[in-house]
């Protein structure tokens, strides 16, 4: 039996088998962070546009991902705070509640999407093409 370098409890996939409360709880962050990034995106201060919900979005998304991808190194798993993100973006963008659009077509609502999907994605390789580091096995006894 080998074990991880980082965390003794990997199988020979990289996976740790628990968390699954974790990865719900970074998954509904993902989805939050989309809310909040569409909420904010479109906030100005005096005539000048500070679109803070994209910048939060590209700051905290890969984080989110990155953590998933401790968990679970599958591309469905590791990425669950991005599909998320991405679901809530898309349903509440476009489709946003009482029939509004929260995704105008501006600058601000660009760097929302393609900053956070970039950044989300980009971390999402990042943990696809780590290597499994494995440790050499333990021996006991002498």
């Not at 990034?37 to 906030?43: D, E, M, N, Y």
């Not at 669950?80 to 601000?108: E, H, K, R, S």
Request: charged content about 10%; proline content about 8%; cysteine-free.
């Amino acid at each position: 039996m080998t074990q991880g370098l980082d965390d003794p409890g990997l199988d020979e996939d990289g996976n740790t088998g628990d968390g699954v409360g974790t990865l719900t709880l970074l998954t509904i962050d993902g989805a939050l962070i989309g809310g909040f990034g569409l909420g904010f995106t479109p906030l100005y201060v005096a005539a000048i546009p500070v679109p803070i919900g994209a910048v939060i979005s590209m700051i905290v998304l890969p984080w989110l991902v990155l953590k998933a991808g401790e968990i679970d190194r599958g591309p469905s798993m590791a990425g669950a705070p991005l599909w998320a993100w991405l679901f809530v973006v898309g349903v509440l963008g476009l489709l946003g509640p009482g029939g509004d659009v929260l995704l105008p077509p501006t600058w601000q609502s660009a760097l929302l999407v393609l900053g956070g999907l970039g950044t989300g994605l980009w971390a999402l390789r990042k943990v696809l093409l780590s290597p499994v580091q494995l440790a050499k096995p333990v021996v006991k006894g002498g």
